[in-house]
């Protein structure tokens, strides 16, 4: 059975920082592109980044570019978000999420097929 | 980037009854290299992670039930609910995987009427 649990959020200063991870098991973590997501409270879903399989390619929202960094540990089968100058507007419940197919170029286009429970990040201004 | 509108923003149905949300994006998420639509639904209840109902704009993913169907090409996407029940009462999304920032409409909330 696929699992994903989201850990590290909390409530922070406005130019504070964070690092949400993500555990997984139940796959062959190397082989799936693994993605984060957040939804602002009553809001819509927001994609935020997304890394390869290898770790070798990463992507990022405007949003969020250069103040969050996306990052996996495959031996440990965790995704990481870490999240520097935070600001009110990345308040929000941020998911993880597993790419559906197999990771063969780095390139990740393909739809989420399964997704943790989210963690809650508050940042206040 | 991409942008992706759905239509409705809301629909009440009766139980029973076919519900039909719409999802637009700006351009088009088709690739005429392997003929698919880089288009996703997902099914969102409250307080519980979205769920990945639809993917290629028409294949169901395992275990959702055939009541569900997705259909479109380019740039107009349709999710169709043929016969509404209880606990389809949620708020979908529309997302393309075209490219990079994946992008999501903007939700519509399903309830019964």
């Known amino acids: 059975e696929v699992q994903l649990l989201e850990s590290g959020g909390g409530l922070v200063q406005s130019g504070g920082s964070l690092r949400l991870s993500c555990a997984t098991s139940?796959?062959?973590?190397?082989?799936?592109?693994m993605i984060w997501v957040r939804q602002a409270p009553g809001k819509g879903l927001e994609w935020v980044s997304v890394i390869s399989g290898s770790g070798g390619s990463t992507y990022y929202a405007d949003s969020v570019k250069g103040r969050f960094t996306i990052s996996r540990d495959n031996s440990k089968s965790t995704l990481y978000l870490q999240m520097n100058s935070l600001r009110a507007a990345d308040t929000a419940l941020y998911y993880c999420?597993?790419?559906?197919?197999?990771?063969?170029?780095?390139?990740?286009?393909?739809?989420?097929?399964?997704w943790g429970q989210g963690t809650l990040v508050t940042v206040s201004s | 980037d991409i942008v992706m509108t759905q239509s409705p923003d809301s629909l009440a149905v009766s139980l029973g009854e076919r519900a039909t949300i719409n999802c637009k994006s700006s351009?088009?998420?088709?690739?005429?290299?392997?003929?698919?639509?880089?288009l996703a639904w997902y099914q969102q209840k409250p307080g519980q992670p979205p769920k990945l109902l639809i993917y290629?704009?028409?294949t169901r993913d395992s275990g959702v039930p055939d009541r569900f169907s997705g259909s479109g090409s380019g740039t107009d996407f349709t999710l169709t609910i043929s016969s509404l029940q209880a606990e389809d009462v949620a708020v979908y999304y529309c997302?393309?995987?075209?490219?990079?920032?994946?992008?999501f409409g903007q939700g519509t909330k399903l309830e019964i009427k």
């Open positions: 290629w704009a028409s």
């Open positions: 139940g796959f062959t973590f190397i082989n799936y592109a």
């Open positions: 351009q088009t998420v088709f690739y005429s290299s392997n003929n698919r639509n880089y």
């Open positions: 997302q393309q995987y075209y490219s990079t920032p994946y992008t």
């Open positions: 999420a597993k790419g559906r197919g197999s990771d063969t170029s780095g390139y990740y286009q393909g739809p989420f097929d399964y």
